[in-house]
């Protein structure tokens, strides 16, 4: 989706890829199904506690209960994934260094990559703070490191994480954001760019539909989620990538007024 692509890079315009209209459509769906799967599991939740306080610690119903309850919690989980990717999460906001925070989480992203992977990190100094939940701020990155990594299909491979500056006129200018950028705003940008397997134009236009995976093991929530804080946060992402040639996901936050 960046302008500065080269010329066999994606060529449709972003709103073609992610039309508003299927954005808006998969987000109904996705509210409807988030809330009424909550009501449902907050019912099968309370009535598994009530059987387990009342049958006996060594009855062998607790270890079907107790699985019960587990499955019932994973079902929660997903549904919690969805409601961020409506914007529907509850956000704690604060101001936060977002060079701080990738220092804090790379030692632990560097740990749960395979060996042969190698993750570079150039965090541009001075760079001003934002307005934003930490947790789900961390989670953006580590989503976003976690695809790159399992995108790196031979044997070694490189993940670089970059951090700086851009003022929205220069965003206007240079790349192309999934989502309108208003004037007048300094952004925080996180880019995280691969020497993995890339991607197809059909693929991109799926990316953030919520389940869309082409992983035997994927859930196909990581840039849903990803998508739903960004949008909770005024933030935006550019996708620059081309099958065999790797991917970069850069993503923007406004930056806090000091
Ligand atoms: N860096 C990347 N390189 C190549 N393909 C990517 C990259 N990031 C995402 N994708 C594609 O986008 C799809 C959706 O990604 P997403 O993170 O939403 O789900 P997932 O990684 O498949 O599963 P989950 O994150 O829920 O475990 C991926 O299955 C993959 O096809
Ligand atoms: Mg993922």
């Known amino acids: 989706m960046s302008k500065k692509k080269n010329s066999n890079q994606m060529k449709e315009p972003h709103n073609q890829l992610f039309p508003t209209e299927k954005v808006k459509s998969l987000s109904l769906m996705a509210t409807g199904v988030a809330h009424d799967f909550n009501n449902l599991l907050a019912a099968v939740l309370g009535n598994i506690s009530i059987i387990l306080r009342n049958i006996p610690a060594d009855s062998p119903l607790v270890k079907n209960a107790t699985q019960i309850e587990t499955t019932a919690r994973k079902a929660l989980d997903l549904t919690n994934q969805l409601q961020i990717y409506t914007g529907k999460g509850e956000f704690k906001i604060e101001k936060l260094y977002v060079n701080e925070m990738i220092n804090d989480i790379l030692p632990g992203l560097k740990k749960s990559i395979r060996p042969g992977i190698d993750i570079q990190c150039a965090v541009h100094n001075d760079i001003p703070m934002i307005n934003g939940d930490l947790s789900c701020i961390r989670q953006v990155i580590t989503n976003l490191v976690s695809n790159a990594a399992d995108a790196i299909i031979k044997e070694k491979g490189t993940i670089t994480i970059l951090t700086g500056t851009m003022q929205s006129d220069q965003i206007h200018r240079d790349e192309e954001c999934l989502d309108e950028i208003p004037h ?27 389940f869309f995976t082409t992983k035997i093991r994927g859930r196909g929530l990581g840039l849903s989620v990803v998508l739903g804080i960004l949008r909770a946060h005024g933030g935006n992402i550019t996708i620059n990538s081309e099958p065999g040639k790797g991917s970069t996901f850069k993503v923007m936050f406004p930056a806090a007024e000091t």
């Open 184 to 210: 007048g705003n300094n952004y925080v940008y996180v880019e995280i760019k691969d020497t993995g397997c890339g991607m197809t134009s059909d693929v991109q236009a799926m990316i953030f539909d919520p």
